[in-house]
Structures are given as structure tokens and as C-alpha cells.
T-cell receptor
């Protein structure tokens, strides 16, 4: 138990569906992250939020839309996804992005399959 | 884009054997972290090394940061089946947006009885 929870753990959706992934951290951290983990690829950073403001968007297609209503919650809204978007989506949190070591604590991930 | 190459990519060994995993880059990092990820779970932080040449031990795991802070190694002594998992190194580098982590390509370790 890392103090970061994600729901749902598994999601299967069609290309025309709209769904949302949820992440919650109970660590009192100020920064939250979305990563994509695909087979045979390094973890890809998608978005970074610091104190509820988006500070990084790594050229992610607009069919992925993040939302951070407060420092404990992070959402990833999905719409009109493609089969190649199937992956494990990981949420992480850290004290804040600017800390020297930026140690990140990960949730268990959402396994997404796009049909 | 800085790349962190890990080797080997896959490793299957018997219980009791020793092994070393390497993490190499051409970039300098302010610190380097090692994570282990088990199937169906997210990565879990094992250790952070900060100073060039630093060595940290965590039971049977020994982590070393290269003198130039460009590379790192993880040595496991007398591996156990519970050590099975995906080992990820991640280098931290200060950028305009704060301290950014770049993850390595991963080493999948399987320890068999």
C-alpha cells in the first residue's frame, strides 16, 4: 500500500466511449503525475500537476484530458481512444516537482484495453 | 531526450544466484532512483542515490551510483523468488519545470526455485 489509489483497476472501452480514470493520494503531496506504460517501452510521462496547476504536458493527444480539482485527486478523461492507447496508466505523487530527489509514489495502475 | 539504458533486458536465474543490473546514460543526473514493479502493481521505490560513488545497501540489494552520476548498478546477492519483478532505474534532472524523472528501459528478473 503506497498511499496512492487508482480506480478502476481494469477498463475495457470502445473507441467511441467516454470514460474517466481516477487517482487519489493520501500522502499530503503537492504534485501528481500521469504515466503511460506500454509493453517494451519505458514509462512515458504524460502530465504533471503541481498545486493543482498543470506544469507539464508531454505532447499528449487531446483525446486524453487531465483534471486536478485539488492536490489529492487527479483524473484522466478519455474519449475517442485508439487501440494503440491500450496500456497500463499509472498515477504517481511526490512532495513537489522541485524537490531534489523527486521521489514518486505510484498507484497500482489502471489496465486499459481499447477495442 | 535523455535515455537510460538498462541491461540486461531479461534475466532468469535460479534461487541463490547473484546478479547485477546496470543502468547507463550519457546524461548527468542529480540523483538516481531504483524501483521494483510486480505484475498488476505500480512501481515501488527501493532506494535513492544522490552522491557520485555512493553505495547503499538494502538487505541483499546493493545499489551504487557512478562517480560521474551518469550510471548506476543494482547487485542482488543470493536471489530469492520474492525478488522476481521488473526493476526500473529513474534519473532525476533539474529542468525549468522542476526535478524531472526519466525512467530506464527496465530489467525483467525471474528467480526460480
Amino acid at each position: 500500500e503506497t498511499g496512492v489509489t487508482q480506480t478502476p483497476r481494469h477498463l475495457v472501452m470502445g473507441m467511441t466511449n467516454k470514460k474517466s480514470l481516477k487517482c487519489e493520494q493520501h500522502l499530503g503531496h503537492n504534485a501528481m503525475y500521469w504515466y503511460k506504460q506500454s509493453a517494451k517501452k519505458p514509462l512515458e510521462l504524460m502530465f504533471v500537476y503541481s498545486l493543482e496547476e498543470r506544469v507539464e504536458n508531454n505532447s499528449v493527444p487531446s483525446r486524453f484530458s487531465p483534471e486536478c480539482p485539488n492536490s489529492s485527486h487527479l483524473f484522466l478523461h478519455l474519449h475517442t481512444l485508439q487501440p494503440e492507447d491500450s496500456a497500463l496508466y499509472l498515477c504517481a505523487s511526490s512532495l513537489q516537482p522541485g524537490t531534489r530527489n523527486n521521489e514518486q509514489f505510484f498507484g497500482p495502475g489502471t489496465r486499459l484495453t481499447v477495442l | 531526450t535523455q535515455l537510460l539504458e538498462q541491461s540486461p533486458q531479461f534475466l532468469s536465474i535460479q534461487e541463490g544466484e547473484n546478479l547485477t543490473v546496470y543502468c547507463n546514460s550519457s546524461s548527468v543526473f542529480s540523483s538516481l532512483q531504483w524501483y521494483r514493479q510486480e505484475p498488476g502493481e505500480g512501481p515501488v521505490l527501493l532506494v535513492t542515490v544522490v552522491t557520485g560513488g555512493e553505495v547503499k545497501k538494502l538487505k541483499r540489494l546493493t545499489f551504487q551510483f557512478g562517480d560521474a552520476r551518469k550510471d548506476s548498478s543494482l547487485h542482488i546477492t543470493a536471489a530469492q523468488p520474492g525478488d522476481t519483478g521488473l526493476y526500473l532505474c529513474a534519473g532525476a534532472r533539474l529542468t525549468g519545470g522542476g526535478n524531472k524523472l526519466t525512467f530506464g528501459t527496465g530489467t525483467q528478473l525471474k528467480v526460480e526455485l
